[in-house]
């Protein structure tokens, strides 16, 4: 019995403790499974999240190990198991299929991966862009859409609008006919002007006075935290009486309820780890990246990238990037 021929072997990187660097394996190439799709994979997508799971902190990705991490990725088709129809050899897809909860992650040559979470790669995107979206537009678009049903006319927060989930939920914000303004830091302003919104530097402005000056110093109607911590509580205060929606992709920590409750306010968290890791809702993923690749098609929605490539050799490189705050984008690792 032998893996090593190209038809049955395949090269993956895997983390076999944590804190330590991935090995580089040769292992079976996986066969699709009723439901699946065998996918040639192109790039992989790197998240923060992929750094906290290999370092060891991130109870809540459930990972069991030894792993092949990596969530997002972009590839091409290459065989497709029993009863899949939206899907055949040669398409070019995209999707967050994987590296948590037990199911192999885009860190390896092949995946076989649930047919529901793919999508039809964006004509307009190159597989390292798309590779980039699927994880950070879910996120963006799970807050924005399923829980706030945003719209034209309304005023819209985004914290962190230079960085992942937020310069998605910006573009997406926008797309849906929302005025829209976004914290980053001075340096961040071209940027987050760039896809449509207000800059406000948080650095400089205190959320009474930025409340102030673009709402008349009623509040948003809707503020997406991707931040976390005290961005959170700053959100239960930018937020409008009656009605107003609070959305966090991090809201993991203890908050004060009192100035949300105090403005009849609502709140939403968003985990968008949760159809992977119980197996729910998954068709509703692959829906979610095809309204992706619609928006990136029409020219409405586009990662921004690092210029740095990574390849399975550099992939520590990549991580301890992101680890150190220096990306400038998405990082993507080539696979192919």
């Excluded at 590779?131 to 799970?142: R, S, V, Y």
């Excluded at 914290?183 to 650095?203: F, L, P, R, V």
């Excluded at 205060?237 to 009605?243: D, E, I, L, P, Q």
Aim: hydrophobic residues 45%.
């Amino acid at each position: 019995m032998t893996n090593t021929h190209t038809n049955t072997g395949m090269r993956a990187l895997v983390l076999e403790n944590y804190g330590t660097p991935f090995i580089s394996r040769e292992v079976a190439r996986p066969q699709p499974a009723a439901g699946e799709v065998l996918v040639r994979i192109s790039a992989s997508g790197v998240n923060p999240l992929d750094t906290k799971i290999r370092s060891g902190n991130a109870a809540h990705a459930n990972t069991v190990l030894p792993a092949i991490l990596g969530m997002d990725m972009a590839g091409v088709v290459e065989a497709v198991g029993a009863g899949v129809s939206t899907f055949k050899p040669g398409d070019a897809v995209f999707g967050m299929t994987g590296g948590i909860a037990g199911v192999p992650g885009s860190l390896a040559q092949f995946a076989a991966v649930d047919a529901r979470l793919l999508a039809h790669k964006p004509a307009h995107l190159s597989m390292r862009e798309a590779a980039a979206l699927p994880l950070i537009f879910i996120t963006a678009w799970e807050g924005l859409v399923d829980r706030a049903h945003v719209h034209a006319g309304q005023k819209v927060l985004v914290h962190g609008g230079a960085g992942g989930v937020g310069h998605m939920a910006v573009q997406l914000a926008v797309a849906l006919g929302a005025d829209v303004y976004a914290t980053g830091s001075a340096q961040q302003k071209n940027i987050i002007e760039g896809y449509g919104a207000t800059a406000i530097d948080y650095q400089a402005s205190s959320v009474a006075d930025y409340v102030q000056q673009h709402t008349g110093g009623e509040g948003f109607d809707v503020v997406y935290d991707t931040v976390g911590g005290s961005t959170l509580d700053a959100s239960f205060n930018a937020v409008r009486s009656y009605g107003g929606h609070v959305l966090s992709c991090l809201g993991w920590g203890t908050h004060a309820l009192a100035p949300l409750s105090f403005r009849a306010a609502t709140y939403s968290g968003v985990f968008t780890l949760l159809p992977l890791i119980t197996g729910k809702q998954r068709q509703h993923h692959g829906d979610i990246l095809g309204e992706a690749a619609l928006l990136a098609d029409a020219g409405k929605l586009k990662p921004r990238m690092d210029s740095r490539h990574f390849d399975m050799q550099t992939v520590m490189d990549a991580h301890q990037l992101l680890e150190t705050g220096k990306a400038e984008g998405k990082l993507v690792i080539d696979i192919a």
